[in-house]
């Protein structure tokens, strides 16, 4: 059964240092996903992803996140200055399209651990 | 703006039935969805409502009233695996098309 898959599972990283947590979205779908969950609260939407741009952003996704699609596979989630409330785990997830019935995949998550 | 509500916890006990209940406030619906979501693991998907009325799924059920922004899950013959969040999103109409979560409900099946 196809599957998102992300790397890596767990990131440990100095505050003010920049991540790129990655993502394979399943293959025949077109929309890309990330959210967050900081331990023990619910889960929040960062951006949403369509047609190699971003559809939709939150009030979370500042200037300090982008997203991109470097190739035909990955779909990447870039920090560039990691703070201590960034420490969460970061779920991508995909779905096929905007057809009723939206069900969207969710990766297995990367834990980021900012110190 | 959008604003889901859920019960924080709740106990049920093995083999027995728990309805799990989701309010919800928001602009632009375009369904409901449940997901299940094991301690430290993705959420993975349970069920989805657009229209009123019950969808079943084996030991599922999922019940929608849009008219008073109000959905449940239903789950049946628990089992001790069944002991998970069980997360309540609606799914905004519009070009991004993501899920506004709810805070999650956590249920424990006992023995």
């Known amino acids: 059964e196809p599957e998102v898959t992300q790397t890596p599972s767990h990131q440990v990283t100095q505050m003010g240092q920049e991540v790129i947590l990655r993502c394979v979205p399943i293959?025949?779908?077109?929309?890309f996903y990330w959210y967050r969950q900081i331990l023990g609260q619910k889960v929040e939407f960062l951006v949403s992803?369509?047609?190699?741009?971003?559809?939709?952003k939150s009030e979370i996704f500042d200037d300090q996140f982008s997203v991109e699609r470097p190739d035909g596979s990955n779909f990447t989630l870039k920090i560039r200055s990691t703070k201590l409330e960034d420490s969460a785990m970061y779920f991508c997830a995909s779905s096929e399209g905007l057809a009723g019935g939206n069900e969207q995949f969710f990766g297995p998550g990367t834990r980021l651990t900012v110190l | 703006g959008q604003n889901i509500d859920q019960p924080t916890e709740m106990t049920a006990t093995e083999g027995a039935i728990v309805q799990i209940n989701c309010t919800y406030q928001?602009?632009?619906?375009?369904?409901l969805f449940w997901y299940q979501q094991h301690a430290g693991e993705a959420p993975t998907f349970l069920s989805y409502n657009v229209l009123d009325g019950l969808e079943e799924k084996g030991r599922f059920s999922s019940f929608l009233s849009r008219s008073k922004g109000y959905s449940y899950l239903l789950l049946k013959e628990l089992q001790m695996k069944d002991s998970a969040s069980y997360l309540c999103a609606v799914s905004k109409r519009g070009y991004g098309q993501n899920f506004v979560f709810g805070p999650g409900t956590r249920l424990s099946v006992l023995p």
């Open positions: 293959s025949n779908h077109l929309y």
């Open positions: 992803f369509y047609n190699n741009e971003i559809s939709e």
């Open positions: 928001t602009s632009g619906f375009n369904g």
